[in-house]
């Protein structure tokens, strides 16, 4: 067990000092590595108690997938220009910091309530009502409960996901005008007829090509 | 505590004895793709270090090793340094689950393919941080070319490895070759493994789709900026992906270390031999492909990742389990 907890620390250590990195760091693509980090520890830290389907999910979903995009976004932002406009002497009055307050505020009191639910926590596993054997295995036992009590919760999430993403695409989507799109049913359909054309030309006169 | 450290050097020992054959495999194997390359093409190849040019990986090791490396005065020291050694570690690290044999694997894990697919989505971070911390246009372009390409190709190997898990009933690698013993997965999921071998050669940046490391556009890509042992262990990292990918494909859909026949002159043959045979026949693919097909422009490469190879994996995901309920084949009963 010593070997256990020795790297339990180990990864919770990293797991902290990455998460208050994330913050103190100047650059906001060290940020989002150390982040990344995070979330590989925090992985790590699932695999130790077992859970290793969430573990890897956790890896596949937010390291390969979300944390990537988050890198995307900030490597282009042009952070020097932001900071900026941020931290100069003739800022527009803070328009943010009303609502980074108060999410904060909300962040703030859910860490206590969290803290405080500590302190009831033989009840809480008291009133686990899903039996957890060791036979079977955690990737199983997460579809029988997911996919048969919790079916209206799960489904209802995607279709929050679902709107989500069609928003996105709504919000971002602009009509373009003269994109050349390139349609592979048009290129292979043309025939000779319709692509070549022999015209006969007058000497001295030349043609007009695009009829 | 001292048991602890007695598992600790057993398993030393046999990581060691799993690495090793990888890395120098690793070495062979870019020997063969530029035999193959060059035979597709009517040349010799590399043909002159031992015999037939053997020994050209080492002797190419060997010059790189003693190259200077050089790091750019304005890139991001520490992340360019730590690039190529992620990009290293992430390809080897995924070779601990790949069974060889029934009992002849590092770790038998029960999300052995999940582990699989996390490390390979992992993988985008060497490119990104190699191109980032360069500092400089080519590398940049070339690092978010392969982010949006690697992440895009992950979304349909995922579904496809779907499309197995539901025939398998389990994430266990072993119990997926197992699931294999009477019919190898490529042939009721034949679609699924031309698509799969496709979204391959797209995760592991190879022709057609080299897109991020594309010499006409972007001088080299992410690896622009990189010299001497830093390049060769991207250069290499590249190389054990392309293998892992072949090792995935094999256990996915070709039977992984199991005979084609249960017949006597075939299942003599060691079991780890028959994975090896399967991981060259498909790398002897991928060096075809190379060598045969232009690459792709990047939208029609974006096109073919999200418009034809996901609504046709998601649309086979429902045709393999409606099969499945209908004939009442559904595993884990």
């Given at each position: 067990m010593i070997a256990h907890s020795v790297f339990f620390y180990i990864f919770s250590l990293i797991a902290i000092i990455s998460a208050v990195m994330v913050t103190v760091s100047k650059n906001t693509v060290h940020s989002v590595f150390f982040l990344i980090l995070d979330f590989i520890s925090i992985s790590c830290l699932f695999i130790m108690i077992g859970a290793e389907f969430l573990g890897m999910i956790m890896l596949i979903v937010y390291v390969g997938a979300v944390a990537v995009l988050f890198l995307f976004v900030v490597m282009m932002l042009n952070v020097a220009e932001q900071k900026g406009q941020w931290?100069?002497?003739?800022?527009?009055?803070?328009?943010h910091i009303p609502i980074g307050l108060l999410v904060s505020l909300i962040i703030f009191f859910e860490l206590i309530i969290v803290i405080g639910g500590w302190k009831y926590k033989p009840d809480l596993l008291n009133s686990i009502s899903v039996n957890i054997s060791s036979d079977v295995t955690n990737t199983r036992s997460i579809g029988n409960v997911l996919y048969t009590d919790y079916i209206l919760l799960f489904q209802i999430s995607g279709m929050i996901l679902l709107v989500a993403m069609i928003g996105a695409i709504v919000l971002t989507y602009r009509e373009r005008a003269g994109v050349k799109r390139q349609s592979y049913v048009k290129q292979i359909s043309r025939e000779r007829d319709e692509g070549v054309d022999l015209v006969d030309v007058e000497k001295n006169k030349g043609v007009k090509i695009d009829a | 505590m001292d048991s602890y450290f007695s598992i600790l050097f057993t398993e030393v020992y046999k990581i060691l004895f799993l690495l090793v054959p990888v890395l120098v495999s690793v070495a062979m194997i870019v020997w063969l793709d530029r035999r193959v390359w060059a035979f597709v093409q009517k040349r010799r190849g590399?043909?002159?270090?031992g015999p037939f040019g053997l020994f050209q990986s080492l002797a190419d090791a060997l010059k790189y090793m003693f190259k200077e490396i050089i790091i750019p005065a304005s890139s991001n020291k520490l992340v360019f340094v730590l690039a190529p050694v992620v990009t290293m570690t992430l390809a080897l690290i995924s070779?601990?689950?790949?069974?060889?044999g029934e009992d002849f694997v590092l770790a038998n894990i029960n999300v052995g393919i999940l582990y699989l697919f996390a490390v390979s989505s992992l993988g985008v971070y060497g490119i990104i941080m190699g191109g980032w911390a360069s500092n400089s246009k080519y590398p940049f372009l070339g690092a978010i070319r392969s982010a949006a390409q690697m992440v895009s190709y992950e979304v349909s190997i995922g579904v496809i490895i779907i499309n197995v898990l539901l025939c398998v009933g389990s994430l266990n690698l072993s119990d997926i070759v197992m699931a294999q013993?009477?019919?190898?997965f490529v042939i009721p999921l034949f679609p699924m493994f031309v698509i799969f071998f496709i979204s391959a050669l797209a995760e592991t940046n190879r022709p057609p789709f080299d897109l991020p490391e594309a010499e006409a556009e972007l001088?080299?890509?992410?690896?622009?900026e990189y010299s001497g042992m830093m390049y060769a262990m991207f250069w290499l990292g590249e190389y054990a992906n392309i293998l892992l990918m072949c090792a995935m494909g094999s256990v996915l859909f070709?039977?992984?270390?199991?005979?084609?026949?249960?017949i006597f002159p075939l299942n003599i043959i060691p079991s780890p031999f028959w994975l090896i045979f399967k991981i060259l026949f498909l790398f002897i693919l991928f060096a075809l492909v190379k060598a045969t097909v232009p690459r792709y422009r990047y939208d029609q490469l974006m096109k073919l990742g999200w418009k034809i190879f996901l609504p046709f994996s998601l649309f086979y995901v429902v045709l393999t389990s409606s099969f499945l309920l209908y004939f009442d084949l559904l595993p884990g009963k």
């Open positions: 931290f100069s002497s003739r800022w527009d009055g803070g328009t | 590399p043909n002159v270090v070779w601990a689950v790949i069974p060889f013993q009477d019919l190898w001088v080299a890509g992410y690896q622009t070709l039977g992984g270390w199991l005979s084609p026949i249960d």
